[in-house]
């Protein structure tokens, strides 16, 4: 059999004919292999990160929004430590929001963060407009005490923080805990969790814009109602 293979490579040399190794088809077929699966494992992420997007726009308030995040992050990052910090613009502060009653969440409710006047993380990340991490910091000294009270709640080694912009707008702060050993993956995912927390952003941008106007249409119909029960009183009080 190696005396007839050889013949068969010497024959074809002679004829200019390039004969592949077999071992070396075999390890590319088995690189093509990988590749494809590869390929269908981003697909298949690609196309639930497609999907959460769109239930994020069709959530129907704030809490379902802030729910569905919750649950993307989960399956398409495989983190399972989140806390949200949503800004409010009235009193410059960022407030711990109780989206599912979890003990997590329920932690965090009545926390809230002075946007001004602290020098955390939090802040940092929203200042910045780009994520920041605990690991980051040199010492414990680069954290403050609501750095490490939120450090010790998510039971990790640390936290990273993604920004929460909508239309240059400030919505608020996503904050993820993370051990150390992951920290490379999640650095490595860090565009697109970026943008999944921007997406969160600008659905709950969309969500106060609604709710606003709302509220404007209630107010409007509600002085409409007054300005006409007035006239009616007035003309009962003054008949012609």
Same mark, same amino acid.
């Given at each position: 059999?190696a005396?007839?293979?050889?013949?068969?490579?010497?024959v074809?040399?002679?004829?200019?004919?390039?004969?592949?190794?077999?071992?070396?088809?075999?390890?590319?077929? *088995?690189?093509?292999?990988?590749?494809? @699966? /590869?390929?269908? %494992?981003?697909?298949? +992420?690609?196309?639930?990160?497609?999907?959460?997007?769109?239930? *994020?726009?069709?959530?129907?308030? %704030?809490?379902?929004?802030?729910?569905v995040?919750?649950?993307?992050?989960? %399956?398409?990052?495989? %983190?399972k430590?989140?806390?949200?910090?949503? !800004?409010d613009k009235?009193?410059?502060?960022?407030?711990?929001i @109780?989206?599912?009653?979890?003990?997590?969440?329920?932690?965090?409710?009545?926390?809230?963060?002075?946007v001004?006047?602290?020098?955390?993380?939090?802040?940092?990340?929203?200042?910045?407009?780009?994520?920041?991490?605990?690991?980051?910091?040199?010492?414990?000294?680069?954290?403050?005490?609501?750095? +490490?009270?939120?450090?010790r709640?998510l039971?990790? /080694?640390?936290?990273?923080?993604?920004?929460?912009?909508?239309?240059?707008?400030?919505?608020?702060?996503?904050?993820?805990?993370?051990?150390?050993?992951?920290?490379?993956?999640?650095?490595?995912?860090?565009?697109?969790l970026?943008?999944?927390?921007? !997406?969160?952003?600008?659905?709950?941008?969309? +969500?106060?814009?609604?709710?606003a106007?709302?509220?404007?249409?209630?107010?409007?119909? *509600?002085?409409a109602?007054?300005?006409?029960?007035?006239?009616v009183?007035?003309e009962?009080?003054?008949?012609?």
């Open positions: 059999m005396q007839s293979d050889s013949k068969f490579r010497q074809a040399l002679s004829l200019s004919i390039a004969i592949e190794d077999v071992k070396d088809k075999e390890a590319v077929l *088995l690189s093509n292999k990988k590749a494809q @699966d /590869d390929l269908a %494992i981003k697909v298949r +992420e690609r196309s639930l990160l497609q999907g959460t997007l769109q239930n *994020l726009l069709n959530a129907k308030d %704030i809490n379902s929004i802030l729910n995040a919750r649950h993307g992050l989960q %399956i398409l990052f495989d %983190i430590r989140i806390l949200f910090f949503l !800004y009235s009193e410059n502060l960022l407030v711990g @109780d989206a599912d009653s979890s003990s997590l969440d329920s932690a965090i409710k009545e926390l809230s963060i002075p001004q006047k602290n020098k955390g993380i939090l802040v940092e990340s929203l200042g910045l407009m780009m994520p920041v991490n605990s690991f980051s910091k040199t010492s414990k000294d680069g954290l403050t005490i609501i750095d +490490e009270q939120i450090i709640l039971n990790r /080694d640390g936290i990273v923080c993604f920004p929460m912009v909508a239309k240059k707008n400030y919505v608020g702060v996503m904050v993820i805990g993370v051990d150390k050993a992951r920290l490379p993956a999640v650095e490595e995912n860090s565009n697109l970026s943008m999944f927390a921007n !997406y969160s952003a600008l659905a709950i941008h969309a +969500e106060n814009i609604h709710q106007q709302s509220k404007l249409i209630i107010s409007e119909r *509600l002085a109602s007054t300005a006409i029960a007035r006239k009183a007035h009962v009080n003054n008949p012609l």
